[in-house]
Every structure is written in structure tokens, then in C-alpha cells.
């Protein structure tokens, strides 16, 4: 089993940043491809980047490429999402997820085996 409790929510202007972490516990992290997804309100949850288990390959939603970063440190268990130029479409929950098993490529929420609770991101206008 795999505990995932994320951070780094908020409330911020459009145009400003903000940095997610996901501590993880119970299973070596280094072993897990790492995913953030995000819902907003009143739409389904949708995936928004991954990054292979050593961190050689990441992968985004479109609509993020240039302006969201994830990383990992697995010496600390810790992935994170680095998001600037943040717009108020980028409003919504944010979910930490890890799968021990697929391909990074994969956006597939059934295919990640463990979830955080969510962290909320507010963008204003």
C-alpha cells in the first residue's frame, strides 16, 4: 500500500505560481511512475502530467506544456508540479497518483493504483 498526502495549494493571481508536493509512504517510491490529474468543478478529472520512475521521461497535457514542470526527488519520496503563468482554467483540485505498473504515456486514471487526497488551486482573474 502506498499513502500520497500533497501540499502547496492556494489561492493565486492569474499569471502567478504555485508549487504542489506529494509525500509518499509504504512502498519504495522509486518503483512508482508518479501522476498529478486535476478535476474542476463540475467536469470529470483529467490527467495533467507523469514522470518515469528515474525521472527520464515526463509527459503533459497539452494545455500545460511550456508553463507546469513535475519532478521528483526519490531520495525524498517527493514528487512535485512547479505551475506558472497560471490561468483561471487551471482552477480545480489537484490530485497526486502513483502506478507501479504502464507506461508514462498512459493518461488512463484507472491504470494508477493510488491517490492522494486532493490539494485545492484557486486562479483569480
Known amino acids: 500500500q502506498v499513502q500520497l498526502d500533497e501540499s502547496g495549494g492556494g489561492l493565486v493571481q492569474a499569471g502567478g505560481s504555485l508549487r504542489l508536493s506529494c509525500a509518499a509512504s509504504?512502498?519504495?517510491?522509486?518503483?512508482?511512475?508518479m501522476g498529478w490529474f486535476r478535476q474542476a468543478p463540475g467536469k470529470e478529472r483529467e490527467f495533467v502530467a507523469a514522470?518515469?520512475?528515474?525521472?527520464?521521461?515526463?509527459f503533459y497535457l497539452d494545455s500545460v506544456k511550456g508553463r507546469f514542470t513535475i519532478s521528483r526527488d526519490n531520495a525524498e519520496n517527493r514528487v512535485y508540479l512547479q505551475m506558472n503563468s497560471l490561468k483561471p482554467e487551471d482552477t480545480a483540485d489537484y490530485y497526486c497518483?502513483?502506478?507501479?505498473?504502464?507506461?508514462?504515456?498512459?493518461?488512463?486514471?484507472?491504470?494508477?493504483?493510488?491517490w492522494g487526497q486532493g490539494t485545492q488551486v484557486t486562479v483569480s482573474s
Open positions: 514522470i518515469s520512475l528515474n525521472a527520464g521521461i515526463s
Open positions: 497518483a502513483a502506478r507501479r505498473y504502464g507506461s508514462v504515456y498512459s493518461t488512463k486514471q484507472s491504470e494508477y493504483d493510488y
Open positions: 509504504g512502498r519504495t517510491f522509486s518503483t512508482l511512475t
